[in-house]
């Protein structure tokens, strides 16, 4: 007799299709759209749990010390990156099913769920973390300790413990051979009154320092295309690229005092975003670029699963008892994860203006002979 493997069994059916138990039919107050909300947060689940998948992959290779630009397994991680990002589209347009339940067809079980809520998707919280939300960033903190059970709220403090996405391509930018160092840094800091007078003294730097690196060429470039009112851009470029702290505006609206990008791993990024056109720094630049569609398509779902709340319960409070729209807004705003690189696209300059790359440099980034 052979062993054949069939359909049914593979896939698990029996426990798949037997595990919709609506709450409307236990109390005999029958509701036809309960079971659309249970199928469609488990079809959520399910690809929680791919996503999981992917991420840990990710995770893995990157962990590596020696993941190098040029390697298949970057390869692969862009590739499952991509995949990642993929499914996230799915999910934002997986809103549209739910949203075909009226606020009355919900009524008529909603009650039945209280205390559950979506809030209780641990899933989601423990990729949240894996990705590099860390817990003091999150909005509602203590909300989400009472709300969770202890078993699911140590799996979200492991992922919290481990090394995040985040923290990984940190680190793997802070290794990247390719990106200039800097040199000796020759600018003095803008004094007081000196903002004005920031773009002569930077002209008068290059032309002293005969030794201008590619990191002084740039910024000069940089001040030079920034406009008057956006002169205190080169303290934040200082202060994001060279750690130099601020002197006009010491305490300013943008300064993040939970920095997750170090200023090395910073000034690879910006390389990678400004000479994208070379073999080498293609790869790394999808990868960047993926990041921050990740970070896009979870801030359209948190929008959109807001905006649906708010068209199904307006403002009353979530059956997990949050303020509900309102706690969802805070979290949209609050809970990005890539916003760092995002904020690099700040300092970026015409591509005409670029400095020109040494002939030994551009070899090494793939452009031969
Ligand atoms: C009628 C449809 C839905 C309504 C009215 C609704 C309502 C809410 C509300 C009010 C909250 C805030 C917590 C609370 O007080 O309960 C919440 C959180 C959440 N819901 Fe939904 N939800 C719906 C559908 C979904 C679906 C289909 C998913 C898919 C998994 C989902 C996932 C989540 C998640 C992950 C959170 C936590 C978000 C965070 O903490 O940032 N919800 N939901």
């Known amino acids: 007799m052979t062993n054949e493997i069939h359909y049914h069994d593979y896939l698990q059916l029996d426990k798949i299709l037997n595990a919709q138990s609506p709450e409307s039919n236990k109390h005999h107050l029958p509701a036809h759209d309960e079971m659309l909300f249970i199928i469609i947060h488990q079809a959520y689940e399910l690809w929680f749990k791919q996503l999981h998948h992917e991420v840990d992959s990710i995770s893995a290779i990157m962990k590596k010390p020696a993941l190098n630009d040029n390697s298949p397994e970057l390869q692969t991680v862009v590739h499952r990156l991509n995949r990642f990002a993929t499914i996230l589209r799915v999910l934002v347009h997986q809103i549209d099913i739910m949203e075909t339940m009226t606020p009355m067809d919900f009524l008529d079980f909603r009650n039945m769920l209280r205390p559950a809520s979506g809030f209780q998707s641990w899933q989601f919280k423990e990729l949240e973390a894996k990705l590099g939300l860390k817990f003091q960033q999150r909005h509602g903190k203590e909300y989400y300790i009472s709300q969770l059970r202890k078993e699911h709220i140590d799996i979200i403090k492991k992922a919290e413990s481990e090394k995040s996405l985040l923290e990984l391509v940190n ?54 295309s920034l406009a008057e009112e956006e002169k205190n851009n080169l303290e934040a470029f200082d202060e994001m690229f060279f750690e130099k702290p601020r002197t006009l505006n010491p305490e300013p609206q943008t300064s993040n005092p939970e920095r997750s990008l170090s200023s090395s791993a910073c000034r690879s990024a910006l390389f990678i975003m400004l000479y994208r056109g070379y073999p080498l720094l293609q790869l790394p630049f999808q990868l960047l670029n993926i990041l921050l569609e990740i970070d896009e398509q979870l801030s359209s779902w948190r929008y959109r699963h807001m905006n649906m709340v708010h068209r199904m319960i307006g403002t009353r409070i979530g059956t997990g008892g949050s303020s509900g729209k309102d706690y969802l807004k805070a979290a949209a705003d609050k809970h990005y994860i890539f916003k760092e690189i995002a904020q690099l696209n700040s300092f970026l300059i015409e591509r005409r203006k670029l400095p020109g790359l040494p002939r030994e440099l551009e070899i090494r980034l793939g452009f031969a002979g």
């Open 171 to 224: 680190a793997w930018l802070e290794r990247m051979p390719l990106a200039p160092a800097p040199g000796p840094y020759p600018n003095p800091p803008p004094t007081g009154e000196g903002m004005a007078n920031t773009q002569a003294s930077l002209i008068q730097d290059a032309s002293i320092s005969s030794q201008a690196d590619f990191w002084n060429e740039y910024r000069i470039a940089y001040v030079n």
